[in-house]
């Protein structure tokens, strides 16, 4: 990583952990490690005024280049260095995506998918896994023999759920799995998914599912989604969908997205057949 200080708005179960990492503000000059340039790093859009004040206040403590990057600002994302802007375990092993949904930001900011080298890591966050090719995933699943809970968090794909990925995951020490439910209409298709992971014995403990809320601004069409997604047999996730034109969300959504992502208030939801009742005086 050549000594690069990186630098993030906020510390997340992602922020990576080296002695390199600062997050916020910086500390006095002679508290800084010796180090050949600063990258302040921006995953969402909502952060960029914070990043780039960032960006000036890390520039007044250093003669080194600072640069400012991320997704947030339409950085190339070519490759993958294991522990530079994730922490280590995380690991992306294809960039891209070969769809074009239009709530999605991947193909359009890493383009088509492509696979990357292989690097050993837990938890795989490539935007679309099955979407590789299945030689690709089985070198994957090679490198996983030697992990520990083990996670796909970065939504598979639900149409693309067969037997052969279920039979290699059967043989890992999977802790989770998160598949993407993204439209109503989309039923059928995580109906099938959930047929067969329960078939090779996985149940809501190990299958989490993201779900899209706010595209819409129909509260109770995401709400049906979400209890759906849950009676078949996966623990709902909600994702606020959130674009530079819409990131500031209503109080109500915000905390309508907050029971929804919160697995012990989603089960008394559930249990006690509770319909979620927005809070008198929020809007």
């Not at 050549?2 to 006095?28: A, E, H, M, Q, W």
């Not at 947030?72 to 949904?101: M, N, Q, W």
């Not at 209503?250 to 057949?273: D, K, V």
Request: glycine content about 6%; some cysteine.
């Amino acid at each position: 990583m050549n000594k690069i200080i990186r630098v993030f708005p906020r510390r997340t179960s992602y922020t990576p952990t080296d002695d390199y990492v600062f997050v916020g503000l910086p500390p006095f000059p002679e508290m800084l490690p010796d180090h050949t340039e600063v990258h302040v790093s921006c995953v969402f859009t909502w952060d960029k005024a914070q990043c780039q004040d960032l960006f000036y206040q890390w520039e007044a403590v250093t003669d080194k280049p600072v640069r400012i990057g991320g997704p947030a600002f339409g950085s190339p994302c070519d490759d993958f260095t294991p522990g530079l802007y994730v922490k280590e375990g995380i690991v992306f092993t294809s960039r891209g995506c070969d769809h074009d949904c239009d709530h999605c930001m991947v193909p359009e900011r890493e383009g088509n998918l492509r696979e990357l080298s292989i690097y050993q890591g837990n938890i795989i966050q490539d935007n679309n896994f099955l979407q590789t090719s299945r030689d690709h995933q089985m070198r994957v699943f090679d490198m996983l023999k030697t992990q520990k809970d083990i996670e796909f968090r970065g939504g598979l794909e639900k149409n693309l759920i067969d037997d052969c990925f279920c039979q290699q995951i059967s043989k890992l020490s999977v802790k989770r799995i998160y598949i993407a439910f993204d439209r109503p209409w989309q039923r059928g298709s995580l109906d099938a998914a959930m047929a067969i992971l329960h078939q090779y014995g996985y149940k809501r403990d190990k299958i989490h599912c993201y779900v899209l809320i706010g595209y819409t601004d129909d509260m109770e069409q995401d709400e049906g989604s979400l209890r759906y997604v849950y009676n078949a047999g996966a623990m709902p996730f909600a994702q606020l969908y959130k674009t530079e034109a819409n990131e500031q969300y209503s109080q109500a959504w915000t905390r309508f997205a907050t029971q929804w992502s919160n697995p012990a208030l989603i089960r008394n939801l559930m249990e006690r057949n509770i319909a979620y009742r927005k809070p008198v005086g929020v809007v």
